[in-house]
């Protein structure tokens, strides 16, 4: 925003100084020759002033295996990327707290974030091996998880949830602003927070694991270990069919759900992906991957 404003009063300013001199030399001036350098001059400035202000903004490149706090506004303007195209051991970590600001974060290998608040303008995506561990703050985009990362959410708000390609994301809280879409053998298990928009599940395998409580489709209630295929309606078209449907229930934390929901997995997108009321035993599943996830946490050197 700053950028932009500056752009608009320094091409305001050129474009005053041009019309001046271009009025100011047609009326006194002698030499036609003078006149067409100044103007070419001043159009060369507003150009260069043009061309500055609306470069891409700097990309920043982590890749220190070092603990970076973003507490502040620094990255405002840049896109930060962790570990891209290196093979870190423990991995570059980044936390990013109250007050932090970056266009975007990416990260990747064996890196990881722990976002305990600020903003996130663009998106924050986790690639390769990489974990992110969401309690709090914006993300004004995506949320994305692919390519064998992981992630936790339990607090916090974004736009998309994206998770594919062996990824895995537990969400306990937070808010998801639209919709949560699952695909290539990835697994999401939401056990709390709200989503605004839609839950899917498609090409190939993509899983939702649903906890809580009194779940139910079309007023029919739905018991642990139910797949929503089994009581979605097949809706079949020229390109594609899948199941939808709108699911209702509570969450664990309380959070109510009313969503529509779509699993693709007929046609050239058959596989065996669903959206699953979550059977007894994953509960337990799921807090022994909370244990998993933290002693990982705790093996990782900080250096500050």
């Not at 992110?132 to 916090?156: L, P, Q």
């Amino acid at each position: 925003m700053k950028r932009l404003l500056l752009t608009i009063v320094f091409a305001g300013f050129c474009a005053s100084v041009a019309l001046a001199g271009s009025v100011f030399f047609y009326l006194f001036g002698k030499d036609r020759k003078v006149e067409m350098k100044m103007l070419i001059i001043l159009l060369s400035l507003f150009l260069v002033a043009n061309s500055i202000s609306f470069a891409d903004p700097v990309e920043i490149d982590f890749f220190d295996n070092a603990l970076h706090i973003l507490s502040d506004a620094t990255y405002q303007d840049n896109g930060i990327r962790v570990d891209m195209g290196v093979d870190n051991y423990p991995g570059t970590r980044i936390e990013m707290v109250d007050n932090g600001i970056a266009r975007f974060i990416h990260m990747y290998s064996n890196s990881d974030i722990n976002m305990d608040g600020g903003l996130i303008n663009l998106n924050l995506a986790g690639v390769d091996s990489s974990t992110i561990n969401m309690s709090n703050g914006t993300i004004g985009g995506d949320f994305e998880v692919y390519d064998n990362a992981f992630a936790t959410v339990s607090g916090g708000s974004f736009g998309h949830m994206r998770v594919s390609n062996n990824s895995e994301v537990i969400m306990t809280g937070g808010a998801v602003g639209l919709n949560v879409t699952v695909l290539d053998d990835a697994v999401a298990t939401i056990s709390g927070g709200t989503i605004t928009g839609s839950i899917a599940v498609g090409s190939y395998n993509g899983t939702i694991y649903l906890d809580g409580t009194d779940f139910a489709i079309n007023g029919i209630s739905l018991t642990k270990g139910d797949k929503l295929s089994d009581f979605g309606t097949l809706v079949e078209n020229s390109i594609y069919d899948y199941y939808e449907g709108t699911i209702t229930g509570i969450l664990s934390d309380g959070s109510i759900m009313n969503n529509d929901f779509k699993i693709f997995n007929q046609e050239y997108l058959a596989g065996y992906g669903d959206i699953i009321i979550v059977p007894e035993p994953t509960s337990l599943l799921l807090f022994g991957a909370g244990l998993v996830l933290l002693r990982r946490r705790n093996d990782k050197t900080r250096v500050h």
